[in-house]
């Protein structure tokens, strides 16, 4: 559901982007938000847990953000 959205990448100064990635990996800290994207589906490949997200308010975009690296804040657990 991300690949061909635009996007605003907060980490590169608020670039807008088009996804062109058919699943997005976390290799590095994020906080981008997507337009159009309101049905998000998470995979953690290391365990193989899927998460989907449905919104029931109207929201049609969504917020990918992990702080990746970031050991205080507990990175390797989770992505918002």
Do not use: H
Not at 13 to 25: F, I, M, V
Not at 35 to 52: C, F, H, Q, R, Y
């Amino acid at each position: 559901s991300f690949k061909g959205k635009e996007y605003i990448d907060k980490m590169d100064g608020a670039t807008k982007k088009t996804e062109e990635r058919d699943a997005l990996t976390i290799t590095s800290e994020t906080d981008s938000v997507y337009m159009g994207v309101n049905d998000p589906a998470i995979e953690d490949t290391g365990t193989g847990k899927k998460l989907s997200v449905q919104t029931t308010s109207g929201w049609e975009d969504c917020v990918v953000w992990n702080p990746y690296g970031d050991e205080g804040m507990g990175f390797d657990n989770f992505v918002c």
